[in-house]
């Protein structure tokens, strides 16, 4: 077995992008060689302050944020050439204009759920297909709620308990530092499709589970609340449901 760490690159360092670099950098076979964004306020800021070395995604960005004081190292070209590996953690569609550089230099790449599954072909939770993402040169972990869909739904499948699961996802409507650019306020935004994205998303996981989800936009801006209707493929007891989820890796009971 190789003792050489795997190069480890984060472009986007935001809600999401900061806690993989914060997980990357606690892996002893991983190196967080850097991360790269195009601010030059307090989100970079903790990333210095963490230690981590700062890139400029692109050329005016590093102006700016070496005009703010931000020690840039250099630009994202730069880090693509030190590492093995990136996770992308950028707005949407930015990501997907990304793709093209990290095959083009040929380096792995891994996208956030904000993007479409067509954008690599493969999704992945690693609870329930991680052998299926060995080999492949990229591939996109799937948003918050699919996975908390998958994990779930998934561990009922895997004690035989899953026939159908119908759910509500009651969402927030938008994260705290954006919350002037949009929301809403003493109400609720239904989507106005049926089904929303998260039910076949999680198909796209795995398509044999038989979900279906609606969802509405609620005016907080932590967390995410989902609602099920599940049928069960027989009559199990309380104490066989719980078995099954404590039974999954990545499951947590809380007390309310």
């Known amino acids: ?55 400029a995604s692109t050329p005016l960005a590093a102006d700016q944020m070496r005009a703010a004081g931000i020690p840039v190292v250099g630009t994202l070209v730069d880090l693509l050439k030190q590492v093995d590996v990136i996770a992308d953690a950028t707005p949407k569609k930015i990501a997907s204009a990304n793709f093209e550089k990290y095959r083009t230099v040929g380096i792995k790449s891994i996208f956030q759920g904000g993007e479409k599954h067509t954008l690599t072909g493969h999704s992945f939770v690693a609870q329930s297909n991680y052998a299926t993402a060995l080999g492949r040169a990229a591939t996109r972990v799937v948003s918050c709620n699919t996975t908390s869909i998958v994990r779930t739904l998934g561990a009922l499948k895997n004690a035989g308990l899953l026939k159908k699961a119908r759910g509500v996802l009651i969402r927030r409507a938008t994260d705290p530092w954006e919350s002037d650019h949009g929301g809403v306020m003493n109400t609720v935004v239904p989507e106005t499709t049926i089904p929303s994205h998260q039910g076949p998303d999680a198909q796209t996981v795995d398509p044999e589970l038989d979900v279906n989800t609606i969802a509405v936009v609620a005016a907080h801006t932590t967390s995410h609340l989902h609602a099920w209707n599940v049928e069960l493929t027989r009559a199990a007891t309380k104490d066989e449901v719980l078995a099954a989820f404590r039974a999954a890796p990545r499951i947590a009971f809380l007390r309310a």
């Open 1 to 55: 077995m190789s003792t050489q760490k795997v190069r480890v690159a984060v472009n986007g360092y935001g809600v999401i992008g900061k806690r993989i670099a914060d997980a990357v950098a606690a892996q002893d076979d991983m190196e967080l060689v850097g991360v790269a964004d195009v601010v030059s306020d307090w989100r970079i800021k903790v990333a210095v302050k963490r230690g981590y070395p700062s890139f």
